[in-house]
């Protein structure tokens, strides 16, 4: 039997920021719908905290999916969870700073501020009943003993999964399989792999990550996304299908991707 993984599509938020891309409402909720009908576990449906019209989009979404899981996306603030808590998702996703480079140079604090926040925002979310997962960023450029440490405490608190997020697509495929694993060997939390496409390698990482244990996949259709792009759901399911339990398998992707196709590129 083939062991089980799950996708995540966020082409709602990663994928808008590829540029030429803007959806409206209207097309958010049938893109999401034709990724609810095709059967991808949990559709990361935007930002609430970006606003009034993104916080429509996503209500609308949670409101006419069927089987999908809808969650958002956070930074690692209160004030943005709570636009979260408006929307009424499944999944509060937290986006938290893990490599020092984001955490000393960018932000200009230290780690114990890190662990404070975390621990803060993601217990605000947990003691009203959501789901939580976080995504650690820069994670690729971070030091493997404070991931370790910091998934540790997330798994005591509570968190369903953490996501290993290649923020500046920087890994490489052996790269990927050895840090998934030490991950998972050293915390047994569940793990999800974010790959971006700077190098080109955003599928075989994400292959990798999945064979090293990882059980959530960041897609986007078409491969769009932030600078060069992310994992392309149609590219991993090709090459991921005979080896794993994955939905949308090979032989219905090619229903999703024609039918995406004709609202992603309805201009050209």
Known sequence: MKEKKYLIDTTLRDGEQSPGFAFNIDEKVML????????????????????????????????????????????????DIEHSFDCRPDIIHISAPISYVHIYSKLKKNKIWLQKNLQECVSYALDKG????????????????????IANLLKDLGVASIRFADTVGVLTPSRTYQTIRDIISNTGISVGIHAHNDLGMAVANSLEAAKAGASFIDTTLFGIGERAGNCDISQFIWAADKLFDIKPSYSCINDLIESAREILFKDN
């Open 32 to 79: 999401a719908q034709l990724m609810d009908k095709a059967g991808i576990y949990q559709i990361e449906a935007g930002v609430p905290a970006m606003g009034k019209y993104e916080k429509t989009a996503i209500c609308e979404i949670i409101d006419k999916r069927i089987n999908a899981k809808i969650s958002t996306w956070n930074r690692m603030k209160k004030e």
């Open 130 to 149: 959501y789901t939580v997962t976080v995504g650690l960023e820069d994670a690729s450029r971070a030091d493997i003993t404070f991931i370790i440490s």
